[in-house]
């Protein structure tokens, strides 16, 4: 596709970019578009209230628990998603487009992308199937339409009793599993609340871990970026992570080095969430690597297959060579991106 870059933003080609007037780079230029989109993910924050029990291991989607809290470069984000084009579904960048795969999920996450489909509905009976697998009815100010609190799960289900059998390890499995969700596979807006949809392929753990996951938070990563693309989204939504992890492999604008000591601070924490909403934990502040890692807590990953790409930049990272979170130096570098910077 034709390309100027976001000095001239409109296509030149404008037969299949049809959605110029209400994407997001036609603006890109006004005092309007010069701040970052608005943090969502809540990873952190669900690492810090809900320490995994031992007991429920075999249960979760551990590759996911392992690769935990990744620090989230936010005008980073917001420069990708300034390049999105929901006619495509790619970036769209000098040297052409991308976009992100099913093979990146597969790689990056660990995710499974073939198998059952993740379908269902989502006309539920909220009180039914919460007493049936969580073992539990959450209160009405625990829930929103048809999705759950993340607060309210943790509350109920993190610390399953010292002689808990095996259906309470599950129900807690279910409520860890359903978090985790909510807080970095299938954020929502504000990252508060995981719909409850999910909570029926729970039911059964064997056929749990063959579902195709990668799928479907690649399907809803891909949702998220067109809908924060358009009409002037103050925020973004989906999988953070895997849009930051991918960048990080594929561009080298704002990408760390590994390393100890940083010049630069790293990514800084762009919007304070509402003090008024009471369901909201502020936990997403990148201040380097997370200090909430799985093995800390006494869970070593022992007898696990080996970890998924991502987890390797679980590590102390420094932004010596390559300054970060500047949301106009990362304009300037995607503009002047050569072939030999893409991998």
């Known amino acids: ?53 031992p007991r429920i291991r075999p249960y979760v989607i551990y590759g996911i628990y392992r690769l935990g809290h990744i620090i989230i470069d936010w005008p980073l984000i917001t420069c990708l998603v300034e390049r ?14 991308m976009t992100i795969t099913l093979q990146d999920v597969a790689i990056i996450l660990g995710l499974r992308i073939d198998g059952p489909a993740m379908t269902g509905t989502c006309v539920l009976d909220v009180a039914g199937l919460c007493g049936e697998l969580l073992g539990v009815i959450p209160p009405d100010e625990a829930i929103r339409r048809s999705a759950i609190s993340i607060r309210w799960l943790c509350q109920q289900l993190s610390t399953p009793s010292p002689d808990a059998n095996e259906v309470a390890l599950q129900r807690s499995a279910r409520g860890f599993i359903l978090a985790l969700m909510g807080s970095f596979l299938f954020v929502d807006k504000k990252g508060v609340h995981v719909h409850l949809c999910f909570l029926s392929l729970l039911r059964d753990f064997t056929q749990t871990s063959s579902y195709s996951w990668g799928v479907a938070v690649l399907a809803h990563t891909y949702r998220e970026l067109c809908r924060a693309s358009l009409d002037r989204r103050r925020g973004i939504s989906g999988c953070i992570t895997l849009i930051q992890l991918w960048s990080w492999e594929r ?65 102390p990272l420094t932004w010596v060579h390559n300054p970060s979170g500047v949301l106009l130096l990362y304009r300037d570098q995607l503009d002047a991106q050569t072939s030999d910077q893409v991998l």
Not at 85 to 90: I, S, V
Not at 295 to 314: D, F, N, S, T, Y
Request: proline residues 10%; charged residues 25%; contains cysteine.
């Open 1 to 53: 596709m034709a390309f100027r870059g976001l000095r001239d933003a409109d296509p030149l080609d404008t037969s299949v970019l049809v959605l110029q007037d209400r994407h997001r780079s036609h603006l890109v230029d006004t005092e309007e578009f010069q701040e970052v989109l608005h943090p969502c993910q809540q990873m952190r924050a669900f690492l810090s209230m809900w320490r995994m029990d």
């Open 84 to 97: 999105w084009r929901p006619e495509t579904h790619t970036f769209h960048v000098p040297v052409g487009e």
């Open 251 to 315: 561009l080298h604008v704002g990408r760390p080095d590994f390393g100890h000591a940083t010049a630069y601070p790293a990514p800084p924490f762009p919007h304070a969430l509402r003090d008024d909403d009471a369901d909201v934990v502020p936990g997403d502040v990148a201040d380097g690597v997370d200090d909430v890692l799985p093995v800390q807590q006494g869970i070593e990953h022992e007898g696990e297959p080996e970890p998924a790409l991502g987890c390797r930049w679980r590590v």
